[in-house]
């Protein structure tokens, strides 16, 4: 039931970096796990990264060292900075509230990345 709205993503060439946000409304619960996940063309949605309450991160290992999630409590907002961005993390990025979106899910934001 959380409102969720993702921005920061566009058009970026192989190796550059995109730093997605997500806007939660009204406030999430502060122990509610935090997450971004996923959809290339043809593919399911699949989990990319999650925060949870005491800041304990777990990452998908295809973006492990190369993604970073992070949690802005006092502006209700959650963020992924992607770097080394590579072709195959072409896909519909997706902000969820809860453990695998429970709580609510944003609307999406696509990133692609060209070769």
């Known amino acids: 039931q959380v409102r969720l709205v993702e921005s920061g993503g566009g058009l970026v060439q192989a190796g550059g970096s995109l730093r997605l946000s997500c806007a939660a409304s009204?406030?999430?619960?502060?122990?509610?796990?935090m997450a971004w996940f996923r959809q290339a063309p043809g593919k399911e949605r699949e989990f990319v990264a999650r925060i949870t309450w005491s800041d304990t991160t777990y990452y998908a290992d295809s973006v492990k060292g190369r993604f970073t999630i992070s949690r802005d409590y006092a502006r209700n907002m959650l963020f992924l900075q992607m770097n080394s961005l590579k072709p195959e993390d072409t896909a519909v990025y997706y902000c969820?509230?809860?453990?695998?979106?429970?709580?609510?899910w944003g609307q999406g934001t696509q990133v692609t990345v060209s070769s």
């Open positions: 969820a509230a809860g453990t695998s979106g429970e709580r609510g």
């Open positions: 009204p406030r999430p619960a502060s122990n509610y796990p």
